[in-house]
């Protein structure tokens, strides 16, 4: 379980860097995919639920720490989105949670959650209502990282079944 801990947590700083250079590029109007996002919720699927809330959390610590973000704001979010990512980790079910579409969705529903909670903390501003706020800084955004999940999720090697 410690060695799932150190890969996973290994493997955040070349998505970090890949988050913070390249994916800005490749924007549409602005949105743009979190791939943080689709790290977390593929572990906490392969893993348990207490697996992706910690791991959220350190994810969302580090987030926090090496862009320079409000402290504690992705902290928060990711946190809840690994937690709610957690309830689809069935040992029994991985499989069919692991499919494209089936984990496609379950990124949707985590990008939301974090979404909603990181622009809740981070987005300012007194000229917008708030489901303009929402649609733009949420929806769009998790709409977009679970699109991207989609093709992902094709180089995932599947399991042989007996």
Do not use: C, W
């Amino acid at each position: 379980m410690r060695a799932q801990y150190l890969i996973s947590i290994i493997l955040f700083f070349p998505i970090l860097l890949l988050q913070t250079t390249v994916i800005p590029l490749i924007a549409l109007g602005g949105v743009v995919p979190d791939l943080i996002i689709i790290l977390l919720v593929f572990y906490t699927i392969n893993n348990n639920q207490i697996f992706g809330t910690v791991l959220g959390f350190v994810y969302g610590f580090l987030f926090d720490m090496i862009t320079g973000s409000l402290l504690g704001s992705a902290m928060i979010s990711k946190t809840l989105a690994g937690f709610i990512a957690g309830y689809f980790s069935s040992e029994n079910k991985r499989n069919i949670y692991l499919k494209p579409i089936n984990f496609s969705l379950i990124v949707l529903f985590a990008a939301l959650v974090d979404a909603v909670i990181y622009s809740f903390f981070s987005a300012l501003d007194f000229y917008t209502t708030i489901f303009k706020l929402l649609f733009d800084h949420a929806f769009l955004p998790a709409l977009f990282t679970a699109v991207i999940s989609i093709f992902l999720i094709f180089f995932y090697p599947k399991r042989k079944s007996f």
